[in-house]
């Protein structure tokens, strides 16, 4: 009866904490922008859809883009109910656009600063900071020609020991 009543409204008042400070990192992620004024998440906004970048969803099998992050965080599409699945979508996103896009490209570079961000925000929060970026391996050859443009990439990256692979299951026993 009264115990009944509320526990619904404390799930609620829950939700709207989780659905405010989830809101303020989005908000800090949107708003961001370079030294010249450009708003560096606007490529990241809405995604082309299939008829007018074809090849993307051949490359990319689960698009993520803040404008679905921001219905599911406002209650539009399906709200977040754990701050992970926030993160994680944040997250697919930021992968997406590293894993489609030419390394040192801007969009590529912009979802580096967008990833630095969102991270630094959550952190904030005392939760999960999430992932850092996927490491490239390059090697010797390709420093050597000049590939290592970005700043992250370093001999260390050639080092067994300093490999960063993500694994999504584990490998199946030998036989």
């Not at 020609?145 to 050639?158: C, P």
Request: charged share 30%; hydrophobic share 30%.
């Amino acid at each position: 009866s009264d115990v009944y009543k509320r526990q619904p409204e404390e799930v609620i008042e829950e939700g709207n904490e989780l659905r405010s400070s989830l809101l303020a990192v989005y908000d800090q992620v949107h708003k961001l922008e370079d030294e010249t004024g450009r708003q560096i998440c606007e490529l990241f906004y809405k995604l082309p859809t299939r008829r007018e970048l074809p090849y993307y969803y051949t490359i990319i099998s689960r698009p993520m883009d803040l404008f679905t992050i921001h219905k599911r965080l406002t209650g539009k599409k399906g709200v977040y109910k754990h701050r992970q699945e926030f993160v994680a979508d944040m997250e697919l996103m930021f992968d997406n656009a590293e894993t489609f896009n030419v390394e040192g490209s801007e969009i590529f570079n912009d979802s580096l600063t967008l990833r630095e961000t969102f991270q630094a925000e959550m952190a904030k929060l005392g939760t999960s900071q999430g992932s850092p970026p996927k490491k490239r391996v390059l090697f010797e050859s390709q420093l050597e020609q000049g590939n290592d443009a970005q700043d992250h990439v370093t001999s260390q990256t050639l080092e067994p020991q300093a490999m960063d692979f993500d694994v999504e299951e584990p490998m199946p026993p030998a036989s």
